[in-house]
């Protein structure tokens, strides 16, 4: 029998495209879809640099965490893609500023990449325990 799948929506974090969850529970994990540095409010970037679109990545993933019963200390795994090496460091900046107050650090790849949506700099997902 087929485990199903619970779709996640917050109103707190930009609205997902039509062919896309922002995330799915299945079998006691949230897998949450890739996240840009996008003010929810304003349906454009944060200013700044990419250390901030970073940190606001991540905050758009931890509003879909919440709408999913979840948060940040249950993430398990991160995948990183940045659209140049160039940005490794400032994004590790701004992945400390939100990870870096807990004990246990999820797994995590950070990947290089041609180019990401709307010219993006950086891109997370993520995978929580539900």
């Not at 879809?33 to 679109?53: E, K």
């Not at 090496?85 to 246990?104: L, S």
Request: overall charge negative; some cysteine.
């Amino acid at each position: 029998m087929p485990s199903a799948k619970l779709p996640v929506l917050s109103q707190h974090a930009p609205a997902p495209s039509p062919w896309m969850s922002q995330g799915i529970i299945s079998n006691g994990m949230l897998y949450c879809s890739g996240s840009l540095g996008i003010d929810p409010q304003t349906s454009t970037f944060v200013p700044g640099d990419v250390a901030d679109r970073t940190v606001q990545a991540l905050r758009n993933l931890e509003q879909v965490l919440i709408a999913g019963g979840s948060n940040l200390s249950k993430v398990v795994k991160v995948t990183i893609f940045i659209s140049s090496m160039a940005h490794y460091a400032k994004v590790n900046d701004g992945y400390a500023r939100v990870f870096g107050e807990y004990d246990v650090k999820p797994c995590r790849t950070c990947v290089g990449v041609a180019s990401l949506p709307l010219d993006a700099e950086v891109e997370i997902e993520l995978v929580a325990a539900a």
